[in-house]
């Protein structure tokens, strides 16, 4: 058997499926089916950042994942919470024409007693799917918020010119982009503990009384050890915060309080590996809550993140879509981007000190170094046809990153045949490069995740394991 120097996890979830993580392998067979895709962005005002054009024929092959190597670079995985009852990974291979995605997998179901009834058997399945509720939101907690440590950052807010006053746009033109100072940040993910309603002595499932509260806000001067570096960011006009600034610091972009069950797909968060994603949303009609505060779409306000963790370090794009006011009245009026913030941040410490107090020097210029993903997006994903496709935007960020994402989301369930919408990074921070997809569904269930996919590929290894196929289909 050979091995590729290269993984791809994916993670699937919706409402009525089980959401698991799983790892595969076997033999490549090559496919040679091409896609050509073309993306025109233009921009005419020179205070707006460009977006980049992309016109490209993509060859893709289909990856497989390969066994961990130790090396000494990276920090090796661990168990974060020690739990011996928790399942171990399934191997499946996807490409299996006889393997589909159901409801919470029948295979582990097959050797019950032929007398259990349907609902005994609906409730294993909804007992697997809690329990991967509880693996999801102890994981994203332990390895993605590293268990509550203080992340600091530089935040850069990129806005659209749609919302901007002044500004003039044709209609289904591209937006540009006007880049603003960046800002100090620290960002904080804790947990905190509920009392049992019920006056019980557990509940049933020890995560039940437990949340996740994500808490950001700008840097103040006891944020800093030195004097010095707190005045010079205050010089230079970083880090003290502006009116546009505490708009967007603290935004939700994640339930107030995360509860494991919001990890089923419904609430568009996952994590996978080194990744994850949150979203929050609001509602276009308040009376569309139910009893439990929850709601379907359409939405006035959307709001998506997409994070990818190494060694220190984080890389984070968050995305803003609004309605615009012109269109509040529509039964299924789109969500134009409203603004995109790129957070780099280190843990316990700036990722960009004060010259001379920073020793290493790497991660500076990781997480501000050239602009771009080497030879553009690592495995592009699939956009929808050419109406659909020109609607989304590709925009290269310092630090070896490069999104792709759409400026217009259509909310009309009608609308390009039912596909779904894709948000990628693509970060290279050393000697692995990663790329995440979220695919979330279309129309009114926009806020519904469908996957989750995080590729991993030897930095060196690019060009040699760079996907060939035709992508993944977002239809349902």
């Known amino acids: 058997m050979k091995w590729s120097k290269s993984a791809i996890i994916t993670l699937f979830a919706s409402s009525s499926a089980c959401v698991e993580a799983f790892t595969f392998t076997f033999t490549s067979s090559r496919s040679t089916r091409t896609l050509t895709r073309t993306h025109t962005v233009t921009s005419t005002n020179p205070s707006f950042a460009k977006p980049v054009l992309v016109k490209s024929t993509v060859k893709r092959t289909n990856l497989f994942a390969s066994p961990p190597t130790d090396d000494g670079d ?69 390895e993605c918020l590293m268990s509550g440590e203080t992340f600091k950052g530089e935040w850069t807010t990129y806005r659209a010119s749609t919302f901007m006053e002044g500004v003039e746009e044709e209609e289904g033109a591209f937006p540009r982009f006007k880049v603003e100072d960046p800002v100090r940040v620290v960002s ?21 009384g437990e949340r996740l509260v994500h808490e950001e806000r700008l840097a103040e001067k006891q944020d800093f050890e030195e004097d010095e570096e707190w005045e010079a960011v205050r010089a230079t006009s970083k880090g003290t915060g502006t009116s546009e600034d505490n708009n967007f610091v603290g935004k939700r972009y994640a339930p107030e309080q995360m509860r494991a069950f919001d990890f089923r797909g419904d609430a568009g968060s996952m994590c996978v590996g080194n990744c994850y994603t949150i979203s929050d949303a609001i509602p276009l009609e308040v009376d569309e809550l139910d009893a439990d505060g929850e709601y379907d779409g359409p939405f006035s306000e959307y709001r998506s993140e997409i994070g990818i963790k190494y060694k220190r370090m984080r890389y984070r794009v968050k995305w ?7 269109e509040q009245e529509s039964e299924t009026p789109a969500l134009h981007l409203h603004s995109m913030i790129v957070c780099r941040e280190t843990r316990e410490r700036w990722p960009r000190y004060v010259s001379g107090q920073n020793v290493d020097e790497s991660a500076s210029e990781r997480l501000f170094g050239t602009p771009g993903a080497n030879g553009g997006l690592y495995d592009p994903p699939p956009v929808g046809g050419e109406a659909q496709a020109s609607q989304y935007v590709s925009l290269d960020l310092e630090g070896g990153a490069t999104v792709l994402f759409p400026h217009k989301i259509d909310q009309d369930p009608e609308a390009h045949n039912g596909m779904g919408w894709v948000q990628t990074l693509d970060w290279c921070p050393g000697r692995l490069r990663y790329q995440a997809d979220k695919k979330v569904k279309s129309g009114k269930e926009l806020r519904v995740l469908r996957t989750l996919e995080l590729s991993e590929v030897q930095s060196a290894d690019v060009d040699k394991w760079r996907p060939n196929d035709d992508g993944t289909d977002m239809r349902q």
Do not use: W
Not at 320 to 326: H, I, L, N, S, T
């Open 188 to 208: 904080v993910g804790r947990k905190i503990f509920l009392e049992n309603p019920d006056d019980a002595d557990e509940f049933e499932f020890r995560v039940d």
């Open 320 to 326: 803003d879509y609004r309605v615009k006011e012109c």
């Open 74 to 142: 990276d920090e090796t995985p661990v168990n974060p919470y020690a739990d011996p009852a928790y399942p171990d990974l399934e191997f499946i291979n996807y490409d299996d024409p006889e393997y589909s995605v159901n409801q919470g997998g029948d295979e582990f179901i097959a050797d019950v007693p032929v007398d259990t009834t349907e609902e005994e058997i609906e409730a294993m399945r909804e007992d697997r799917r809690r329990r991967n509720d509880e693996y999801q939101f102890e994981t994203y907690h332990a």
